[in-house]
């Protein structure tokens, strides 16, 4: 079995299956005898978004993005050294082989439509991000040389957004990871 989400739009997917074979035990140690049908399912909401990002190196001397800000801006206007379109902005230790290890900096633009109501813009990111939601910052102290660290972001949503997301990679695991759920 295989779901294929659209890449436009938001889905609620919510899958109820049957399992009826051998004999199972659930999570809380409930047995279920051979032959018996056991329940089971998924329910997951999806919002496609549709996502340009260029990768740009950066100097950790004269381009570091917390300590020479301006340094890192003009690198972060150089010609990328890789592109990408993608509909799920997540990666963990690193993008490409075409992007190295460290000392690069990342500008992802998001575009997606979705059914008004309340959600939560999940950024998860290891090292540093920043993001804005049509234009408004919605994640400003996340600038930092850090772990992965998750940012939750309450949003009330509805028709076509944009997101930006800045990220840059100093040294070590890398992560990032942009979506939507809802709240």
Same mark, same amino acid.
């Given at each position: 079995?295989?779901?294929? $989400?659209?890449?436009?739009?938001?889905?609620?997917?919510?899958?109820?299956?049957?399992?009826?074979?051998?004999?199972?035990?659930?999570?809380?140690?409930?047995?279920?005898?051979?032959?018996?049908?056991?329940? /089971?399912?998924?329910?997951? $909401?999806?919002?496609?978004?549709?996502?340009?990002?260029?990768?740009?190196? $950066?100097?950790?001397?004269?381009?570091?993005?917390?300590?020479?800000?301006?340094?890192?801006?003009?690198?972060?206007?150089?010609?990328?050294?890789?592109?990408?379109?993608?509909?799920?902005? $997540?990666?963990?230790?690193?993008?490409?082989?075409?992007?190295?290890?460290?000392?690069?900096?990342?500008?992802?633009?998001?575009? /997606?439509?979705?059914?008004?109501?309340?959600y939560v813009i999940e950024i998860t990111?290891?090292?540093?991000?920043?993001?804005?939601?049509?234009?408004?910052?919605?994640?400003?102290?996340?600038?930092?040389?850090?772990?992965?660290?998750?940012?939750?972001?309450?949003?009330?949503?509805?028709?076509?957004?944009?997101?930006?997301?800045?990220? /840059?990679?100093?040294?070590?695991?890398?992560?990032?990871?942009?979506?939507?759920?809802?709240?």
């Amino acid at each position: 079995l295989s779901v294929k $989400f659209p890449a436009t739009g938001a889905v609620d997917l919510d899958l109820k299956l049957e399992y009826t074979g051998a004999e199972t035990v659930d999570e809380r140690g409930i047995v279920t005898p051979a032959g018996q049908a056991v329940p /089971f399912g998924l329910r997951e $909401f999806h919002a496609a978004i549709s996502w340009k990002v260029a990768y740009h190196p $950066f100097d950790p001397k004269t381009e570091n993005p917390r300590l020479k800000p301006d340094g890192f801006a003009k690198a972060m206007l150089r010609p990328a050294v890789f592109e990408e379109s993608t509909s799920d902005l $997540f990666w963990a230790g690193r993008p490409s082989t075409k992007v190295g290890p460290e000392y690069y900096g990342d500008v992802a633009i998001g575009k /997606f439509t979705i059914p008004p109501g309340e959600y939560v813009i999940e950024i998860t990111s290891d090292d540093g991000v920043r993001a804005w939601l049509d234009d408004k910052p919605i994640v400003t102290t996340g600038w930092v040389h850090q772990y992965p660290t998750k940012y939750s972001v309450p949003a009330h949503l509805g028709g076509k957004h944009a997101l930006r997301v800045e990220h /840059f990679q100093e040294d070590g695991y890398a992560t990032l990871r942009v979506k939507i759920v809802r709240a």
